[in-house]
């Protein structure tokens, strides 16, 4: 079904992936993003891997200065909803600066609020996190699990989650979808677009991924004392693919169903993967080292954590489907072709 959808956040990682899933379904895309952690470059790569049909309005959502231009913007476009993805996202970064997330990821829900009900248009899809978890649970996690973040980061989406699930509450005529992602890894198969982190990377596969290239020297392994089968902490990594048709999937389901109100699903894989075997699986795919060193644990870490992601499939008709072999190597032909990310 052709759609009209405001992608916040568009030209980031996970935005490009999903900017390529939409237009490759017939929809038009309207991204927003100020370009603080992702490349112009990402919107001429998402044209020409999947055609015209992808705008631009570069404009920061937490801004209030921003918020009249983008208003009018998104009312001019003519949405049918959204895929909110923007605001900062580095676990590590939110603990040490807590309050430059709350003052990010916060009001640019706001906004993004405020000019849908402009445009009339009354349908989202979040980009939340297995973060709102924390470690309360015994994996497989499903979507009953309790909630209880060990980071600002994850207690931002946890705190947008319950503003939209308010919102759905008052307001019959709002269509919702929090997707709980686990850990998105690869890159379109093109090798086109792809993770390309400013700075140090926060995030385990693109750091692999750049000492693979020869960018950093080694690779940090934040803990390796944790009660896991090797010691390293273990995630659910998920293909970035897999995660962008997982969208596509939300958004189909919030237009046929008559009164959805807001849902919640987990976006995983579901099994675990430690560093050690992401590390393993990265040297098959690249054919190269990949230098390592044992560093203390970071604040807000957990040990293990990985999805259950039944209720996706048996609601969006959605599941993962691509392994951690098509992961790595997916995401060394976007590093190895591009080895200095979009500057290349």
Request: glycine share 10%; hydrophobic share 40%.
């Amino acid at each position: 079904m052709a759609r009209r959808i405001i992608v916040t956040g568009g030209a980031g990682y996970i935005g490009s992936h999903v900017c390529v899933e939409l237009l490759r379904a017939g929809g038009k895309a309207l991204v927003i993003d100020n370009f603080a952690n992702s490349s112009p470059k990402a919107l001429e790569r998402i044209r020409d891997i999947a055609g015209a049909g992808a705008e631009l309005l570069r404009a920061d959502l937490a801004d209030a200065n921003d918020a009249a231009r983008i208003i009018d913007a998104v009312k001019a476009f003519r949405p049918d909803g959204a895929v909110h993805l923007a605001g900062l996202k580095a676990v590590g970064e939110s603990v040490a600066e807590p309050v430059r997330y709350y003052s990010v990821n916060l009001p640019a829900t706001f906004t993004l609020i405020r000019a849908l009900e402009a445009a009339n248009a009354r349908m989202i899809v979040f980009s939340s996190s297995a973060t709102v978890y924390g470690d309360l649970n015994a994996s497989p996690v499903d979507e009953t699990g309790a909630v209880g973040p060990t980071n600002p980061y994850g207690r931002t989406k946890l705190f947008i989650e319950e503003m939209l699930n308010d919102l759905a509450r008052a307001d019959a005529r709002w269509k919702i979808c929090n997707l709980r992602y686990f850990n998105p890894v690869g890159a379109d198969p093109s090798g086109r677009i792809g993770e390309d982190p400013n700075g140090v990377p926060n995030n385990l596969f693109p750091f692999i991924a750049q000492v693979a290239v020869g960018r950093l020297p080694r690779l940090k392994i934040y803990g390796d004392d944790y009660p896991t089968r090797d010691g390293t902490g273990v995630r659910d990594y998920i293909h970035v693919c897999d995660l962008a048709a997982g969208h596509v999937a939300a958004l189909d389901y919030l237009a046929r169903e008559k009164a959805p109100g807001a849902q919640c699903f987990n976006l995983g894989a579901g099994k675990g993967i430690s560093v050690l075997e992401a590390i393993a699986a990265f040297k098959r795919a690249s054919n190269r080292d990949i230098p390592h060193e044992i560093a203390p644990r970071r604040a807000g870490d957990i040990a293990e954590i990985y999805a259950k992601p039944d209720r996706a499939q048996k609601l969006l008709g959605w599941r993962a489907t691509r392994t951690l072999d098509d992961m790595c190597a997916d995401h060394w032909r976007w590093q190895s072709e591009n080895p200095n990310g979009y500057q290349d």
